[in-house]
């Protein structure tokens, strides 16, 4: 039986493998004004006949491709500065003659035979961004990045791009290789981004009322004087087991997902070294996905005094108290604290954010938001019952852990780390105003699960010109109907007042997925199995098939909201070409909030979700940085049809 079960869908393998589109431009819903300088049929007969589905060539003929094709953006690297590494980051003895290429004429792309980090197919060229401005005819680079993609096709069959040239499938939906760092200034890239003074910035959001009122509302306040440093990608998971390694006294984790995969085993063994040194390590996860998928990563904790918490609300029958566990907490020894949007699985933990893995943020803190952290963490534990799940020793801990954070409070205020009596004192002052001011927002059935959406309507009321967000997931009512009930609906407000900051005239930029973020962490994961599993059947035809319809599954379900906010008034919206699993925002070029919270129904209304929100000099800077770098890496998305 399971031999003809296993032949059967080989047949169908087979079939899926060999359809064959025959006329590119039938499958594109639209086309715009503009005409495509080159036609797909207009390719060069170097790399052969449009009849030929596909074929093999060198890095030889590609040059010569390129050179015929005469792209004045593309530079070819040198030599000497080239690297290549398998898919594990091994060093690999080659030579650029040494590679061979499938040419895919179906959809233009360039692939490696070899399995390669993408890196090393990526930076086989590098793109001149003054080039390409002047060939796009842009007056910055990102709407020199919309004229080129305005001549393209969009099909809304693969919800991809036409192309004018054959391309590196490692570039994946653009038109040129990734940019891994900016050469110019901001204002290049941005015209609107010029060099900004933090100390004499004018904004309600250094005014004593606003951040009272938000004390008001939210029953956190404002804490001064953090130690911060934006985590990204792979670094994050560097840090943190680091910080592991290093701790002395506890960890305590609060995410949603801990896998059975090559890195989140490395975290696995290292806490287990720690707990056998004598540090508490307790551990909450998110109970229905760890059940189902996640559980072998975590059998040997509870054999090596790892106490393993299950949050259970996503199973309550009252749908008011159903909620998903989705938080990202980790805090170290008492001091030191990670908060963001990275679970512990290969698309997050190795990273590069160039690797067809996660694009992700976290941020590390110190200081008194440290004591906000810890105290949410231990409210969590005792939500779900710690004291029946952990040794005595745990236990003990805890309890004191949690009595010396009342003194550690009363102490913030004497040393005026905190609270409303100096704020007026803090937020007046630009050698305070912008150095690790946080307030740390957590939500859920504990306390309130639509906290977060509250405190950032608060805060968008603020803006004065210009937001930049990033977001995994995007959810709204597409017939602009404002009703919600008194329990949900605050994602709704959080996109129509979204919606009415751009028609007032501010700045919006989102950047969120296409197919190239596709179905994100799983199909990331069946993938890059494909690539270091030896079972050529499952994991080789199997999973690339089913990753594939994943990742089409995903962009049909994006695209009618991301074209919906395109066409919204001053929003732009982008495809990131990778997946983009950041929630992130910046407020003015200056507040930043990184977290766990997405701009949709699930985080709006039902889960458990933190943020820090932080004005700081150097966050800014190093967040504005790495957003005008990821919109350099993106595509717009299309909204004429015909």
Known sequence: MLVCFKSYIQIILVLAFTIKVYAQKDLYAFKSDVTPSKSKTEKPSLFGSEAVSSFKTNIENIDLYFNSEYIPYLNKSPLSSLEFFNINYEKVDLLPND??????????????????????????????????????????????????????????????????????????????????????????????????DYDTISSEF????????????????????????????????DKK??????????????????????????????????????????????????????????????????????????????????????????????????????????S???????????????LLVRGPAVTDISKSVIEILEKYNYQKKCTEDQIRYIKDFQKSLSSRLDAEVLDKKRGTAIYQEKLENPDSRMMGVCRYII???????????KVYLQYLNQVKYKIDLNTGKVNFNLKDKNAYSFFEGWEQQLWNKLFE????????????????GGYGELSSHMKRQSFVKNDKWLFGKAYPVVAEKLDRKAAHRNYPFLRAAQQKKNIDVWFYFQYMHSKSFMLDRFVVSVGSFNLDKWSADKSHESVLICQDKELAKQYEYNYVLDLVNSTPVPVKYK
């Open 443 to 453: 939500q859920g059935p504990q306390n309130d699960k639509n906290l977060i959406a």
């Open 99 to 196: 590679l061979t290429f499938l040419i895919n004429n179906e959809d233009s792309t360039i692939v490696s035979e070899l399995f390669l980090a993408p890196e090393s197919i990526q930076n086989l060229y590098t793109l001149n961004e003054v080039a390409y401005i002047e060939n796009f005819k842009g007056e910055d680079f990102l709407e020199a990045k919309k004229n080129a993609f305005q001549r393209q096709l969009y099909s809304l069959k693969s919800y991809k791009f036409s192309k004018d040239y054959y391309q590196f499938f490692d570039w994946k939906s653009l038109n040129h290789p990734p940019v891994k760092q900016l050469r110019e200034s901001l204002k290049f890239y941005d015209k609107k981004r010029t060099l900004i």
């Open 501 to 516: 900051l751009g028609e007032n005239g501010k700045e919006i930029n989102l950047i969120s997925n296409g197919i190239d």
């Open 348 to 362: 997050d933990n190795i990273s590069t954010g160039f690797n067809h893995q996660s694009r992700d943020s976290d």
């Open 206 to 237: 250094f005014s004593q009322n606003f951040h009272q009122l938000v004390d008001q509302l939210s029953g956190t306040n404002l804490t001064f004087g953090n130690e911060l440093e934006l985590l990204e990608n792979g670094y994050s998971f």
């Open 241 to 346: 087991l680091e910080l592991v390694r290093n701790a002395k006294k506890s960890i305590l984790i609060a995410v949603m997902s801990f896998y059975k995969d090559s890195s989140a085993m490395v975290m696995a063994n290292e806490l287990i070294k720690k707990s056998k040194e004598g540090v508490h390590i307790v551990l909450v996860v998110e109970k229905v996905w760890t059940k189902l998928m996640m559980k072998k990563g975590l059998k040997e904790f509870p054999k090596n005094n790892i106490t393993v918490i299950y949050a259970d609300d996503l199973l309550k029958y009252d749908n008011h108290k159903r909620a998903l566990f989705h938080n990202k907490i980790w805090v170290f020894d008492e001091e030191t604290a990670i908060v963001g949007g990275q679970n512990i699985l290969n």
